[in-house]
C-alpha cells in the first residue's frame, strides 16, 4: 500500500540490474560461488519498480521471491548472466551491477559427476567477463552503476574501482558489515564526491540510493 503513494521518480527509465552470486560449474553436482544472500540487489530492484522503473532483475542463484512488478531473468554463471545483460539492455537508461559476479570460473565442466575415488582434484580457473566494465565501455552507454564490498579501506577502493570502470556513480560498503545482514551501511561516490548514506534496513537504503540515481539522471546534484 505505502508503495501507491511513493513519488515516482524512476518513471519512464528502464533499468537493468544484477544481483545475487553466480555459480560457476565444475561438473553437474559441484561448483564454486560467492557469498552473496541477493538481498540488497532485490531491495534495489523493488525500489525502482515503486520508484515507477521498468525493472529487469537479472539474478544469479539466491533464496528470495522474484520483487513485485520486476521481470526476474534466472542466471547461474557469469557468461549466462552477461548474455542475459546484453538481451535486456537495448532501451535501458540505467545499469546497475549489484551481483557478486565471481571471478573466476573452472576452465572445463566435467559433462558427468566427478567420482571423488578418483583422487584429489585440480581445478584450473580462468577470468570471467567484467560484465559492469563492458557495459560502461559501450559506446553509447547507459547510466552505470557499480556496487563495491570491501573489507578494508573503502574510500580508497571504491573511488579507484569507480574511476577504473568509468562509473558515474558507485555505491560502497565494507562486507563484515552486509553479508546476510538485513541492514548494511553503505557509501555513494560519484563525480561530485562522497556521500554516506548511513546505517539502515537495505530497503531503506534502497530508496536512498534511488534518489541520489534520480537525482542525477535529472541532470541534478545532491
Ligand atoms: N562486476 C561485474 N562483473 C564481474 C566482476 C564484477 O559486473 N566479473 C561488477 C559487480 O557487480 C560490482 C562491481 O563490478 O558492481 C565491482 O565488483 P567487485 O568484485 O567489487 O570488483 P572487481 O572489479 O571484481 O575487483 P576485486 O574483486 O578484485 O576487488
Ligand atoms: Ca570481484
Redesign the pocket.
Known amino acids: 500500500l505505502v508503495a501507491q503513494f511513493q513519488p515516482k521518480i524512476m518513471a519512464g527509465r528502464k533499468v537493468v540490474l ?1 544481483a545475487g552470486p553466480t555459480f560457476e560449474a565444475i561438473d553437474p553436482v559441484r561448483g564454486i560461488t560467492n557469498s552473496s544472500s541477493g538481498k540488497m540487489g532485490y531491495a534495489l530492484a523493488r525500489a525502482l519498480a515503486r520508484a515507477g522503473a521498468e525493472v529487469v532483475l537479472v539474478s544469479g542463484p539466491v533464496a528470495l521471491p522474484a520483487p513485485a512488478g520486476v521481470r526476474r531473468v534466472s542466471v547461474r554463471g ?1 557468461l549466462d548472466m552477461r548474455d542475459a545483460v546484453f538481451a535486456a539492455l537495448p532501451g535501458a537508461e540505467v545499469f546497475i ?5 565471481a ?1 573466476y570460473r573452472p576452465q572445463q565442466r566435467a559433462e558427468h559427476k566427478i567420482k571423488k575415488a578418483e583422487g584429489g582434484l585440480e581445478l584450473v580457473l580462468t577470468p ?5 566494465a563492458e557495459v560502461a565501455a559501450l559506446p553509447n552507454p547507459p547510466f552505470c552503476v ?4 570491501e573489507s578494508r579501506e573503502l574510500d580508497a577502493y571504491a573511488e579507484s ?1 569507480r574511476r577504473a ?1 568509468g562509473l558515474p556513480m558507485l555505491v560502497g560498503n565494507l562486507v563484515q558489515d552486509a553479508l546476510g545482514a538485513d541492514d548494511n551501511e553503505v557509501v555513494l561516490y560519484d563525480d561530485n564526491g562522497r556521500y554516506p548514506l548511513g546505517r539502515a534496513a537495505k530497503d531503506e537504503l534502497a530508496r536512498r540510493i534511488v534518489e541520489h540515481l534520480a537525482t542525477l539522471l535529472a541532470g541534478g546534484e545532491m
Open positions: 544484477t557469469a551491477g549489484v551481483a557478486a559476479v571471478d570471467n567477463p567484467d560484465i559492469l557499480g556496487f563495491a564490498a574501482k570502470k
